[in-house]
């Protein structure tokens, strides 16, 4: 039973536009939030994190909104540019534990 | 400051035979974790040390699976009798502990003929 889920496992979008990532979960308890870009051959970079407390974190191009209620997650970068194309996994752990990972949305950021 | 080391980058081994992956996390992180990373799936758990005890193993998939990690920095993973399902990308993260970003090395694709 997938606890995170990203139900788009890929997504197109023009340079210069707005790029949405989704992201839904089932586990309540759930209260750190993190969102993963990856490139080819490389591990996961850290992109951007949000704790339950909060509903909306932003970081220069990057922003995470948190909807508890529908326990519902998106990423938004504005505006997009073709190095932001790659996978992007979104996460989440309780307290300290061990993160829980969705299977990641590969953006294609079009020049 | 370096960031999380793995090695080898690339490893080929025959059904049956002993690996061991290694994981150099950045210096002064106390937590560390071992995630799989198979083809079209996210990242999942192993592994995860506080300091130089394993503090959740439940990741561990059967008992072929150890990790260890005696100095409370450096760990190594080690797989015995592998299988061709072992295959896959064995990624690290280490962080401060506690609810923190972890921050991942580029992992160890591992392939099993």
């Known amino acids: 039973d997938q606890q995170v889920k990203q139900n788009s496992p890929s997504l197109s979008v023009q340079e210069g536009r707005i790029s949405i990532l989704n992201c839904d979960y089932t586990?309540?308890?759930?209260?750190?939030f993190l969102w993963y870009k990856k490139y080819p051959a490389e591990g996961p970079t850290f992109l951007i994190s949000i704790s339950s407390i909060k509903d909306k974190n932003e970081d220069g191009r990057f922003t995470v909104f948190l909807n508890k209620s529908a326990k519902h997650l998106s990423l938004h970068i504005v505006p997009s540019q073709p190095g932001d194309s790659a996978v992007y996994f979104c996460?989440?752990?309780?307290?300290?534990?061990?993160?829980?990972f969705g299977k990641g949305t590969r953006l294609s950021v079009i020049a | 400051g370096a960031g999380v080391s793995q090695t080898p980058s690339n490893k080929v081994t025959e059904k049956g035979k002993y690996v061991e992956l290694r994981c150099d996390p950045i210096s002064g992180h106390t937590a560390l974790y071992w995630y799989r990373q198979s083809l079209g799936q996210g990242p999942e758990f192993l592994i995860y040390f506080q300091g130089t005890g394993a503090a959740d193993d439940s990741g561990l998939p059967n008992d072929r699976f150890f990790a260890v990690r005696p100095e409370g920095s450096v760990s190594t993973l080690k797989i015995q009798r592998t299988e061709r399902g072992d295959s896959a990308v064995y990624l690290c993260?280490?962080?401060?502990?506690?609810?923190?970003?972890?921050?991942f090395g580029p992992g160890t694709r591992l392939t099993v003929l």
């Open positions: 996460a989440a752990s309780v307290l300290n534990t061990p993160l829980v």
């Open positions: 993260a280490s962080s401060l502990g506690g609810p923190d970003t972890q921050y």
């Open positions: 586990n309540s308890m759930f209260d750190y």
